[in-house]
Structure formats: structure tokens, C-alpha cells
């Protein structure tokens, strides 16, 4: 800011040593021209933290020192403290007998000091603005619960939910050895069924309840881009850690990796690009990991928001070897490709405290297993079968801090037009979950989960697997 202190300090100067050269007691003009000479001079040579200390001290003395006054505004626009500036400024124009020249100077500089200290805001709110169009934030969670199967999850089926491992070996005199299954069914070494049982063989139950631990990390970015549209980057990275107390060698680690695009045209559009990635491990294992890319569009009215999505994803069984007490398994690789359409709807009640959630999927999915001798197997590489998904979710919040979430889920997957099953085969799974959260304070949550899932499949000659689990813990936010 350049200002012409010495002609403004001359003119205000002379002007109120005519008008208010009176106002000084005569017992402390002495010491008051000492302190005020001082801080102009050391004004004129530019001493700020100097002459600032002189006329607060001036004032102290004698607070209806108007030059005095001015002098100090005039010190506090030099230290950038604009705000003090138009304080001083202020009291000044609150004389009522200032003469109508004296006030348009101060008048002068109030509107400098004001527009510096606007230039000042702008550029903090530019700084401010720099910062927020990267937020991070994320929590931290540790669990403790009781799975009674740890060996199934929802809508993972390359695991061992088969009645042929729910089994324990013999070994007959001449050698041969035969696989006695908890359903009712004799099988040879391959999997093949041999004969019912009828009693010859006495079965017992395969322990598949475990209690664990679990443990979570979730991360999440957001950018902002300069744009006159509304257009966010969104990452969000998930890594969860499931360690069975029993049965040690069915733990569990996921990754889960997205990232999104997400357009704001309107108050009523809205574009979305998503890709994501997931890794899921058993026995330390890679078992599954997924590629998927996802479109969405939506449409926002009073009745809710509507979307209608596309997904692309590839998933990969890797080949596996796995050891189970008496048993060894061997997973084939096996080439996964679905295409997924969905329709979305959402829309909340009760001033926000209730959310309503529904969503539909229709996949199609070819897989291809990669036998060693693929010639032999080329009849039953190929895999070409569609599903049907039902999702829907209830949220509602009781108190700020109290939050209950219903969630229901259904997938029917039908093989009737693959020609490596016989007949109308489809396999069902059905899951409901219920979560209570309650906020201690923004940086602590604790909560108490639990799920049903059922599975009802034709394959293997059937195929009934149920699934309980609940689990309690907490959150920590960052």
C-alpha cells in the first residue's frame, strides 16, 4: 500500500492542533509532547513495533488524544492489522463536531485500510478454498464376535460349501479309500458318489464355528476440480483383516480399492465413473481378485434419486492349494466375466433421519476353468449363466448419535441354459443384516452387528448352507 504519510500527517496534523489544542491538561503537556514527538519520529523512520508501543501508551494517558489516535490507525494499516485500523478510525468519525474536511481524510483512509483488509480476505478465502479441494479423512475399526460358518460368505461360492468337504476319510482293508459325507452320500476320492448311506458308515458333524477378530481400515480422498460445473474425484481404499480363533487356516483379508468420478450437471442430473479393485486371500492364499469399471447416471425429483448403472467386471479364481486337516483341495484358475445393469433408488424422510434404499441388478456371467489338460475337460471349460440381485437398505437415525442400519439382500443365480448342468438349476442366497451405531463423540464410535445368510443351490446334488454371526467393537474417526 503506498500512502503519502507526510502530506496526510501535515494536513491532519495542522487541522488538529488548530481545533482540539485545548483538550491537553497543562500538568501533563509535558510528558504527552515528549511521547507523541517520539512516535512520529519514529513513524517517519519506518519503526512500527516502536511507534505502535508510543501512542498506545499515548492514549493510555490520555484516550481523548485524536491525532494521537489517528497516527496509531496510521501505524496499525503499516503492520498489516487492518482490522485494529478501522477501529481507530472508527472512534475518530464518531466525534459529532468534526469538521466536515478532516472526516473526508479519515473517511480516505478508513476505505484504504477497508479495501486492503478485503484483499486480505480474498486471498485467505483463495488459500482456504486451495486447501478444501483435497479432504481426507477415514476410521479405524476392531471387532470381536462369533461366526458359527466361518467357511461361507455371501455371493462367494469358490469356497469349500460343497457336502463332499463336510466329510472324514476311510481307508478299507484292500486300500481303497472313501469319502463319508455328513449328507447321507459315500464318494471316492474324485467327488464322485458311490452309494447312499444307510448306516454302514457313522458320521459326525464338521466343526465350522469359530470366534474371531476383526479388524478395519478405511480411507477416503476427495478433489475438487476448478470447474463452473461440479465435478469431484473420490478414492477410497478398504483393507479388512478377519482372524478365526479356531479355525485359523479359513482367515480372511480384503482389499477393496475405488476410484470415481462424479459430474454434477444440475440440481437434477448427474454423471458417475467408477473403477474398482478387489483382492480376497484365505489361508494367506489369493482366492479371488476382481477389475470392474461402472457408468452411472442419475436423476434427482421430489420423489428421490434414480440411477441407472453399467458394470463391467472381471474376476480371477486363482489356482490354489489347500490343506484341511486330513484333506488336501485343489482350486482350478478359473476366467470370470459379468456384465452387470442396475436401477437405484434412494430418497430421504422425517427431515433426513430416514433413509429408504432399493436397488435391482441383472447380471450375466461366462466363466472359463483352466484344466491342466484342457482338451480332455473342453467340454466343461465354459460356464455361461445370469442372476438376479435384490438389495434394499433401511437407515434411520434415532438422536444425532444413534444410528440403526436394516439391510437385506437376494441373489439368484440360474444355470438353466448351461449345458454343463442338467435341468433347471439355480442357486439362491438370501442375507439380513442389522447394525447399531452410537457416536461417544466425532472421533469415537462404538457398535454391535450381526447377519443370517441362507444359500439354497441344485448344484452337487443340493446344497443348503446357513450362516450366523455377530460381532461388537469400535470406531475410531480421522
Known amino acids: 500500500?503506498?500512502?503519502?504519510?507526510?502530506?496526510?500527517?501535515?494536513?491532519?496534523?495542522?487541522?488538529?492542533?488548530?481545533l482540539l489544542a485545548t483538550q491537553v491538561l497543562s500538568d501533563e503537556k509535558s510528558e504527552v509532547d515528549k511521547l507523541f514527538s517520539k512516535g512520529m519520529a519514529q513513524s517517519q523512520n519506518g519503526n512500527w513495533i516502536d511507534a505502535k508501543s508510543s501512542f498506545e501508551l499515548l492514549l493510555k494517558l490520555n484516550d481523548q488524544l485524536h491525532r494521537a489516535r489517528v497516527e496509531l490507525a496510521i501505524v496499525y494499516l503499516n503492520l498489516k492489522d487492518h482490522e485494529l485500523a478501522i477501529g481507530q478510525f472508527d472512534k475518530v468519525l464518531s466525534i459529532s463536531d468534526l469538521p466536515d474536511n478532516v472526516r473526508t481524510?479519515?473517511?480516505?483512509?478508513?476505505?484504504?485500510?477497508?479495501?486492503?483488509?478485503?484483499k486480505k480476505l480474498v486471498k485467505q478465502i483463495k488459500q482456504n478454498t486451495a486447501n478444501i479441494k483435497n479432504s481426507f479423512k477415514g476410521n479405524a475399526e476392531v471387532a470381536f464376535g462369533y461366526d458359527d460358518n466361518v467357511r461361507f460368505s455371501f455371493g462367494d461360492y469358490f469356497l469349500e460349501d460343497d457336502p463332499y468337504y463336510d466329510s472324514y476319510i476311510i481307508e478299507l482293508n484292500d486300500g481303497t479309500i472313501l469319502v463319508v459325507s455328513n449328507d447321507g452320500y459315500v464318494y471316492d476320492l474324485d467327488g464322485y458318489p458311490l452309494f447312499k448311506n444307510e448306516g454302514q458308515y457313522e458320521t459326525s458333524n464338521v466343526k465350522k464355528g469359530s470366534q474371531f477378530n476383526e479388524l478395519r481400515l478405511n480411507l477416503q480422498h476427495q478433489y475438487h476440480f476448478d470447474s463452473v460445473d461440479k465435478i469431484t474425484w473420490n478414492n477410497s481404499l478398504s483393507l479388512k483383516k478377519i482372524n478365526n480363533v479356531d479355525l485359523q487356516s479359513y482367515s480372511k483379508f480384503q482389499i477393496k480399492l475405488d476410484s470415481e468420478i462424479n459430474w454434477k450437471l444440475n440440481k437434477e442430473i448427474e454423471l458417475s465413473s467408477l473403477a474398482h479393485y478387489r483382492l480376497l486371500q484365505r489361508d494367506s492364499q489369493t482366492q479371488v481378485q476382481t477389475y470392474g469399471v461402472e457408468a452411472n447416471i442419475a436423476y434427482f425429483n421430489n420423489l428421490g434419486k434414480?440411477?441407472?448403472?453399467?458394470?463391467?467386471?472381471?474376476r480371477i479364481y486363482e489356482e490354489s492349494y489347500i490343506e484341511?486337516?486330513?484333506?488336501?483341495?485343489?482350486?482350478?484358475?478359473?476366467?470370470?466375466?459379468?456384465?452387470?445393469?442396475?436401477?437405484?433408488?434412494?430418497?430421504?424422510?422425517?427431515?433426513?433421519?430416514?433413509?429408504l434404499l432399493a436397488k435391482f441388478d441383472y447380471l450375466d456371467t461366462n466363466e472359463q476353468t483352466q484344466y491342466p489338460d484342457f482338451s480332455y475337460y473342453d467340454e466343461y471349460s465354459n460356464s455361461d449363466y445370469t442372476g438376479i440381485k435384490y438389495s434394499s437398505a433401511i437407515i434411520y437415525s434415532f438422536t444425532p448419535a444413534l444410528k440403526l442400519s436394516l439391510t437385506m439382500l437376494s441373489l439368484t443365480l440360474d444355470f438353466s441354459d448351461d449345458y454343463t448342468y442338467?435341468?433347471?438349476?439355480?442357486?439362491?442366497?438370501k442375507a439380513f443384516k442389522v447394525k447399531l451405531i452410537y457416536s461417544i463423540n466425532d472421533s469415537f464410535d462404538i457398535f454391535a452387528a450381526s447377519e443370517n445368510t441362507q444359500r439354497d443351490s441344485d448344484q452337487y446334488d443340493g446344497i443348503h448352507s446357513d450362516k450366523s454371526l455377530f460381532k461388537a467393537g469400535i470406531r475410531l474417526n480421522f
Do not use: P
Open 306 to 314: 434414480w440411477q441407472l448403472g453399467f458394470n463391467w467386471m472381471d
Open 1 to 18: 500500500m503506498n500512502l503519502n504519510f507526510k502530506a496526510i500527517n501535515q494536513f491532519v496534523c495542522c487541522t488538529f492542533l488548530l
Open 324 to 355: 484341511r486337516d486330513a484333506y488336501a483341495y485343489i482350486f482350478d484358475e478359473v476366467h470370470s466375466n459379468t456384465r452387470n445393469i442396475s436401477l437405484a433408488w434412494s430418497n430421504l424422510f422425517f427431515n433426513n433421519k430416514l433413509l
Open 105 to 118: 481524510n479519515i473517511s480516505d483512509l478508513k476505505m484504504q485500510a477497508l479495501t486492503a483488509l478485503n
Open 422 to 429: 442338467s435341468g433347471a438349476q439355480q442357486d439362491k442366497s
